[in-house]
């Protein structure tokens, strides 16, 4: 039986990751029935997309790589669909693979559903109802441009079904007549995967940051949100300060280039004082393994990234959230999630919580099984006849 062709497109080093997932699976045993090609749009330039990371991580290397860059997003988007089309009509793949709301993902939906081939969203669903955001719009047009939808949470699959989305569709599915799923989060198939291989490739970075296990607070801040508002950065990091002094408890702080830009030119003074604070750690931005082994050894994670929230969860690890709202409200609705944005106050109170209460929580088996992946593809080769 001829097997399926599938094209894997990503547009940022997250997405890579995620891919990876699918990647993996294919490889432990599915080689026979399904061809990936992957590729890249370069929509995010990241200096450590470089053969290290890939190396480092076991990761497939992409294809093709469209080398995009930063610009407006319609340009962006439109520079990207002008290379999908190119890609999808020389390699003709069975169905387009396409991950979470970046320009990417939009773009993948648009070229391939013109073209009339079937769309797969992984992580389908999650909706922040915020459409002042730009994902927000990525997520819902890319939703109602596929066939197959992999929802990650049973909140994200109810999402779908109030758009009008009906689990009880029956094949053949199209984009007219598509099919929802609630599978687990494929972050929880690499989280389980990644926490492994970090634990024999970062065990010294504990003494080399200088820091004990389960005794420091790990923060991020990237979100321009946060980062190009000088008032709400400001809050932020000075709470952050105020707080390591109180406690006596060492922060780490990886920056991301924006935000070290910002506190530099718009906060100097502040940013000399968490240089020399003994509690304060302010250290380069670290690489993906790095980062998931700063996250499972700290004992409460600071952030607003949505990726770190789940790891958050899926290392039981109690977390603020540096925004107005999350796509993953389960977290808050659990009550190991806090939604403190840029509040001094509720920064405070949020963290004084959580260390004052961290033996009292439980972390629900929200994600699935860590088995994702295998999933998704199984329903892909059905949707195919391949099985």
């Known amino acids: 039986m001829a097997g399926i062709k599938l094209l894997n497109i990503v547009g940022a080093r997250p997405q890579i990751i995620k891919a990876s997932a699918i990647s993996r699976a294919i490889r432990n045993g599915l080689e026979d029935r399904i061809t990936e090609v992957l590729l890249h749009t370069g929509q995010h330039y990241d200096k450590e997309l470089s053969g290290v990371f890939f190396e480092e991580l076991e990761l497939r290397k992409p294809d093709y790589n469209l080398g995009v860059g930063s610009a407006r997003h319609g340009r962006q988007t439109s520079k990207m669909i002008e290379g999908i089309e190119e890609i999808l009509l020389k390699e003709k793949p069975d169905c387009v693979v396409l991950y979470g709301d970046t320009n990417s993902t939009l773009a993948g939906a648009l070229a391939a559903s013109k073209l009339h081939f079937p769309v797969i969203h992984i992580e389908a669903g999650l909706r922040s109802f915020n459409k002042a955001m730009p994902e927000e719009i990525n997520r819902i047009m890319s939703d109602h441009a596929s066939t197959l939808l992999f929802a990650p949470t049973n909140a994200a699959f109810k999402n779908l079904m109030k758009e009008g989305f009906r689990p009880e569709n029956s094949p053949p599915f199209t984009i007219d007549n598509p099919k929802i799923y609630f599978t687990g989060d494929i972050m929880y198939d690499n989280t389980l995967f990644f926490a492994l291989l970090a634990e024999k490739k970062k065990s010294g970075l504990l003494a080399d940051l200088k820091i004990e296990r389960d005794n420091y607070i790990l923060a991020t801040v990237h979100r321009d949100l946060n980062t190009d508002e000088k008032s709400r950065l400001e809050d932020i990091l000075k709470c952050l300060s105020q707080l390591s002094e109180e406690y006596k408890m060492r922060f780490v702080l990886p920056l991301h280039p924006r935000t070290l830009l910002s506190l530099q030119r718009n906060l100097p003074e502040l940013y000399c004082i968490l240089l020399q604070s003994k509690y304060i750690k302010i250290i380069p931005p670290v690489s993906y393994l790095e980062m998931t082994f700063l996250e ?46 840029a509040d001094p106050e509720k920064i405070t109170c949020g963290f004084k919580h959580f260390i004052d209460n961290e033996e009292k929580f439980e972390y629900p088996a929200f994600y699935g099984d860590g088995k994702a992946a295998e999933f998704i593809l199984n329903e892909i080769l059905l949707m195919f006849g391949k099985i």
């Open 296 to 341: 499972k050894n700290s004992r409460l994670i600071i952030t607003d990234s949505g990726g770190v929230q789940k790891e958050s969860h899926f290392f039981r690890k109690p977390c603020l959230v540096l925004r107005k709202e999350t796509e993953w409200i389960e977290l808050v609705k659990n009550k190991t999630a806090i939604l403190v944005d």
